[in-house]
């Protein structure tokens, strides 16, 4: 996938599903087990929010791109160990990429507590409630955790998980699985 291509993806198709997402999730109403209140959030209009597993997998592909032009259009490769060599670091990125996405973001309470998705709602969530956003493999999945206090240490009393089949991440996979096949290709020749 060139470059620009995987920019205009991310620019146009992520950004559109993200809204899509947005205005479908835009009111979360949360039914709080140890009280039976419903409570009541919504996306704040001025945060953005992006997923960091998305970020990770364009860096990976903008690496892998940046090896593949780094040489002179002009360069010839001496030996196929050479080429190996390059395919392999590729793939590498590749398979990187493809890994962020296929392998969810788990991240501990204080680090949920920390992230900056807490912010992103209004009223502010209730100190006792924690959300997370993640990708995997083809869906977009919320977490939504209730805590209670115990022993001064939070822990969680209950989980609340939501997917979403994004079809366009079913493609990307598919594309990763496709470049991978074409660079073992051109290894094996």
């Known amino acids: 996938m060139q470059e620009e291509e995987f920019n205009w993806l991310l620019k146009e198709e ?21 009280s039976s209140q419903v409570l009541h959030f919504q996306f704040r209009d001025d945060k953005q929010w992006k997923l960091q597993q ?16 780094s040489r002179d259009e002009s360069y010839h490769f001496k030996t196929g160990a050479e080429v ?3 395919m392999d670091a590729v ?21 949920l507590a920390t992230s ?6 209004s009223p502010p969530m209730p100190g006792d409630v924690m959300v997370n956003f993640y990708i995997n493999l083809s869906k977009l999945c919320l977490a ?11 822990e ?3 989980v609340h998980k939501v997917e979403c089949v994004v079809p366009w ?8 699985t496709i470049s991978l096949q074409l660079c073992q290709q051109l290894k094996d020749k």
């Open 14 to 34: 992520v950004h559109s599903v993200l809204k899509q997402l947005q205005d479908i999730l835009k009111d979360i109403n949360l039914k709080v087990s140890k």
């Open 54 to 69: 998305i970020q990770d997998a364009r860096n990976h592909v903008n690496q892998a791109l940046q090896l593949l032009s």
């Open 84 to 86: 190996n060599k390059l």
């Open 91 to 111: 793939m590498l990125q590749l398979t990187r990429a493809r890994n962020r996405l296929t392998t969810p973001a788990t991240m501990t309470l204080p680090e």
């Open 116 to 121: 900056g998705l807490m912010k992103m709602f």
């Open 144 to 154: 939504v955790y209730q805590l209670h206090l115990n022993n001064n240490r939070f």
């Open 156 to 158: 969680v009393s209950h």
């Open 169 to 176: 991440l079913n493609d990307t996979l598919v594309f990763f």
